[in-house]
């Protein structure tokens, strides 16, 4: 990736970004949303940093990664280029890994276990650092999706608040592929709203339009910025 500005404005990525960003925009005026109150989570995983740099000059500030070991290896130059960027972890989490994931991220989109609770819990306490943590509802119930059932959503807010001493700022969920993701949406967002919870994780490439008419505060974008990933290294 070269340096000059020109070069990395022309990258389509960054034309995508602004598409992104006017969508973001639109899909607010519709819902009579502020669109200061939407954080666009640009999902880099999977893609080089060669890839990451021209969206980070064209002004992104939050990525979104799903491996701690992939962003581990991968951010820490960057990190380094630029102040106020922000990462975001928004797939699953090892209790193993929460060391390294507390130490390099800045939220937590997958908290969805009492054993990871307790390990963020030692961490975050042992670090002194301040991360926003999402509960992951498993809205579909799929047996192979991570995330905490409906059904047990307000029981586990509550470890997570009382026994395991964590500050739950919001929710997040990944409605079922072949489902119509509004029930979902709207599901999560009841969830949060009888816990007190302000923050809503949903919306994807696909569908952050319809997640940000159901209250959501942070969408997951990937490849309508990025472009389509790899099969093997994908969701
Ligand atoms: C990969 C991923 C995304 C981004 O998906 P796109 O369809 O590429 O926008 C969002 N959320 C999670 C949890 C993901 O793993």
Same mark, same amino acid.
Request: net charge neutral; glycine share 6%.
């Given at each position: 990736m070269t340096d000059d500005p020109s070069e990395q404005a022309r990258h389509p990525a960054v034309?995508?970004? /602004?598409?992104? @960003? /006017?969508?973001?925009?639109?899909?607010? !005026?519709?819902?009579? +949303?502020?669109?200061?109150?939407?954080?666009?989570?640009?999902?880099? &995983?999977?893609?080089?940093?060669?890839?990451?740099?021209?969206?980070?000059?064209?002004?992104? @500030?939050?990525?979104?990664?799903? +491996?701690?070991?992939?962003? #581990?290896? &991968?951010?820490?130059?960057?990190?380094?280029?630029?102040?106020?960027?922000?990462?975001?972890?928004?797939?699953?989490?090892?209790?193993? &890994?929460? @060391?390294?994931?507390?130490?390099?991220?800045?939220?937590? %989109?997958?908290?969805? !276990?009492?054993?990871?609770?307790?390990?963020?819990? #030692?961490?975050?306490?042992?670090? %002194? !650092? &301040?991360?926003?943590?999402?509960?992951?509802?498993?809205?579909?119930?799929?047996?192979?999706?991570?995330?905490?059932?409906?059904?047990?959503?307000?029981d586990f807010i509550a470890r997570c608040r009382n026994h395991h001493g964590l500050t739950i700022g919001g929710l997040m969920c990944i409605p079922p592929a072949d489902d119509p993701p509004a029930p979902h949406f709207a599901l999560t967002a009841m969830i949060a709203r009888r816990n007190g919870l302000p923050s809503l994780s949903m919306g994807m490439s696909a569908d952050f339009d319809t997640a940000i008419a159901l209250g959501a505060t942070h969408v997951r974008v990937g490849s309508a910025i990025f472009g389509a990933r790899p099969k093997a290294g994908g969701v």
């Open positions: 034309a995508a970004l /602004a598409e992104v @960003r /006017a969508a973001i925009d639109a899909a607010c !005026r519709d819902a009579q +949303r502020d669109p200061a109150s939407v954080m666009l989570v640009a999902v880099s &995983k999977t893609f080089p940093a060669e890839a990451i740099m021209p969206v980070i000059a064209a002004g992104q @500030r939050i990525f979104g990664e799903n +491996r701690v070991q992939e962003a #581990k290896a &991968k951010w820490p130059p960057l990190l380094d280029g630029t102040p106020g960027i922000g990462l975001h972890l928004i797939g699953a989490l090892q209790s193993n &890994k929460a @060391r390294d994931a507390v130490a390099l991220f800045d939220a937590i %989109h997958s908290v969805d !276990r009492d054993s990871l609770c307790a390990a963020l819990s #030692k961490e975050i306490a042992q670090q %002194h !650092r &301040k991360l926003q943590l999402f509960v992951q509802i498993n809205t579909g119930a799929e047996p192979q999706k991570a995330g905490v059932l409906p059904q047990d959503a307000d």
